[in-house]
Nanobody
Framework: QVQLVESGGGLVQPGGSLRLSCAASGTLFNIYSMGWSRQAPGKQRELVAS??????TNYADSVKGRFTISRDKKNTVYLQMNSLKPEETAVYYCNAEVLGGGFWGQGTQVTVSS
């Protein structure tokens, strides 16, 4: 089992920045990728960014150049979000992929509004 706890969400003005954190605990040795997804009201959950154990990153086209995903040696993954837009208001979820499945955090709300 893997437990994921997100933090760092909140209210930010358009054009502003936020940094999300996700701390993983539990059985960590078989995690091969971690990432962030988001779900806006009435919409499907979408992948925002992911990072593998070897550091290979992947981003949704809509966030390339503005968001940066990173991971430290303590199994915490970060999402630096710059130039945020109102349409990016959503609940942001951390996930960890293991062989045969995956785990999700409880989500953190990000609201982009003036």
């Amino acid at each position: 089992q893997v437990q994921l706890v997100e933090s760092g969400g909140g209210l930010v003005q358009p054009g502003g920045s936020l940094r999300l954190s996700c701390a993983a605990s539990g059985t960590l040795f078989n995690i091969y990728s971690m990432g962030w997804s988001r779900q806006a009201p009435g919409k499907q959950r979408e992948l925002v960014a992911s990072i593998t154990n070897s550091g290979i990153t992947n981003y949704a086209d809509s966030v390339k150049g503005r968001f940066t995903i990173s991971r430290d040696k303590k199994n915490t993954v970060y999402l630096q979000m710059n130039s945020l837009k109102p349409e990016e208001t959503a609940v942001y979820y951390c996930n960890a992929e293991v062989l045969g499945g995956g785990f999700w955090g409880q989500g953190t709300q990000v609201t982009v509004s003036s």
